[in-house]
């Protein structure tokens, strides 16, 4: 009897004792913070791929712009790729949450938050050239990729830049470039502080005075069929290998 005693409280001690040990794995695991760092160079565009993604990444991807984003979801194949695209042509960095958007009662900021996509795109800023030098459309841009940044940790968010067009809302010429080469500024500031890509066309989208080339336009800005559908096939040259660059990092 008295060995079965003292087996049992040799057993109690040795249980109490890996008890002890585990929560003190667990303690010392816990202290540990996790974090993603992208080690690539944000300071600068996206560099063309030499191949394009499968459909299968627009499949995982939301685009989020402006009319020049309608364009997009109209008259190329991205949407039939699987592509979810949200545009309204009136909407901008400061109505994102404020505005509901076309066939929809949420906001674009809403469906964005919501959104399980692994690729997020942005493509903003045409109705509000006028504000490209004001500090409260920079802080607002900044204040929308950090917030997108944020809520989807595990996905990769792309600032596509404005491409100069012909004239828009009576701002034209000289003005207009300085407008468009302003903002493209802060589209690439916003993108590279807060850990997103940086997106520009121009080289392809362009003619050698950085205006968009007529044949992709229908009047001043709006892009045509090949306008839209040009974009569509550049985006798939214009992404980033995320394995390569963003790594996790545990102290």
Same mark, same amino acid.
């Given at each position: 009897? *008295?060995?079965?005693?003292?087996?049992?409280? #040799?057993?109690?001690?040795?249980?109490?004792?890996?008890? $002890?040990? $585990?929560?003190?794995?667990? *303690?010392?695991?816990?202290?540990?913070?996790?974090?993603?760092?992208?080690?690539? =160079?944000?300071?600068?565009?996206?560099?063309?791929?030499?191949?394009?993604?499968? &459909?299968?990444?627009?499949? =995982?991807?939301?685009?989020?712009?402006? /009319?020049?984003? +309608?364009?997009?979801?109209?008259?190329?194949?991205?949407?039939?790729?699987? /592509?979810?695209?949200?545009? %309204?042509?009136?909407?901008?960095?400061?109505?994102?949450?404020?505005?509901?958007?076309?066939? #929809?009662?949420?906001? $674009?900021?809403?469906?964005?938050?919501? #959104?399980?996509?692994?690729?997020?795109?942005?493509?903003?800023?045409?109705?509000?050239?006028?504000?490209?030098?004001?500090?409260?459309?920079?802080?607002?841009?900044?204040?929308?990729?950090? &917030?997108?940044?944020?809520?989807?940790?595990?996905?990769?968010?792309?600032?596509? $830049?404005?491409?100069?067009?012909?004239?828009?809302?009576?701002?034209?010429? =000289?003005?207009?470039?300085?407008?468009?080469?302003?903002?493209?500024? *802060?589209?690439?500031? /916003?993108?590279?502080?807060? +850990?997103?890509?940086?997106? &520009?066309? #121009?080289?392809?989208?362009?003619?050698?005075?950085?205006?968009? *080339?007529?044949?992709?336009?229908? +009047?001043?800005?709006?892009?045509?069929?090949? +306008?839209?559908?040009?974009?569509? %096939?550049?985006? /798939?040259?214009?992404?980033?290998?995320?394995?390569?660059?963003?790594?996790?990092?545990?102290?």
């Amino acid at each position: 009897m *008295k060995k079965v005693i003292t087996g049992l409280i #040799s057993l109690a001690l040795l249980c109490g004792c890996s008890s $002890a040990s $585990a929560t003190s794995d667990r *303690k010392e695991s816990s202290e540990y913070t996790c974090r993603n760092i992208n080690f690539m =160079d944000l300071s600068e565009p996206v560099v063309k791929s030499q191949e394009k993604v499968d &459909d299968s990444w627009f499949a =995982d991807s939301l685009f989020i712009g402006d /009319a020049r984003m +309608g364009s997009v979801a109209l008259y190329s194949d991205l949407g039939s790729k699987g /592509a979810e695209i949200i545009y %309204d042509e009136s909407l901008g960095v400061f109505s994102m949450s404020t505005m509901p958007v076309q066939m #929809s009662s949420s906001t $674009a900021y809403d469906i964005m938050i919501q #959104s399980a996509k692994k690729h997020i795109y942005y493509w903003l800023g045409l109705n509000e050239l006028a504000y490209a030098s004001s500090d409260e459309w920079q802080a607002s841009l900044n204040q929308l990729i950090s &917030d997108t940044v944020t809520s989807h940790p595990d996905s990769d968010v792309y600032v596509i $830049a404005t491409l100069m067009p012909k004239s828009v809302f009576s701002i034209s010429g =000289d003005e207009l470039k300085q407008e468009v080469s302003a903002q493209n500024e *802060k589209l690439l500031s /916003a993108a590279s502080s807060n +850990g997103a890509y940086y997106i &520009d066309l #121009s080289s392809e989208m362009c003619d050698k005075s950085g205006v968009i *080339k007529d044949e992709y336009l229908w +009047g001043d800005y709006t892009l045509n069929t090949d +306008g839209a559908q040009q974009i569509s %096939d550049l985006i /798939a040259y214009y992404t980033v290998n995320r394995e390569s660059y963003v790594k996790k990092i545990c102290e």
